[in-house]
């Protein structure tokens, strides 16, 4: 099966529970690559986006958490400043793009 066009997105959460907390970092870090403690960038094609929402919908409290997902149209759109997120040598790269 062939996956479909891959979007780069930024996910950023703020979780009231620790415990809530906890699994929704755990959870994704299977998704993504943190950027900061509540920051992911990750990389999916619409069908895993739609799945990743609705875990996170059923992992969260609606009423007191926050959730965001970010579309990204290029990793050049992103300019970090100061410490970098990843590691030197590690890149990340999609299509002409990098990051």
């Known amino acids: 099966m062939t996956r479909g066009a891959l979007n780069n997105l930024v996910v950023a959460y703020d979780i009231a529970d620790p415990l809530r907390l906890q699994r929704v970092h755990h959870h994704l870090c299977k998704w993504g690559i943190p950027l900061q403690y509540s920051l992911f960038y990750c990389q999916l094609d619409m069908r ?52």
């Not at 958490?65 to 759109?77: E, H, Q, T």
């Open 48 to 99: 895993d986006r739609r799945r990743l929402e609705a875990l996170l919908r059923g992992l969260i409290d609606e009423r007191a958490d926050d959730v965001r997902v970010y579309g990204i149209k290029s990793l050049n759109d992103i300019e970090f400043i100061g410490r970098k997120p990843l590691p030197a040598g590690v890149t990340i790269t999609s299509g002409h793009d990098s990051l």
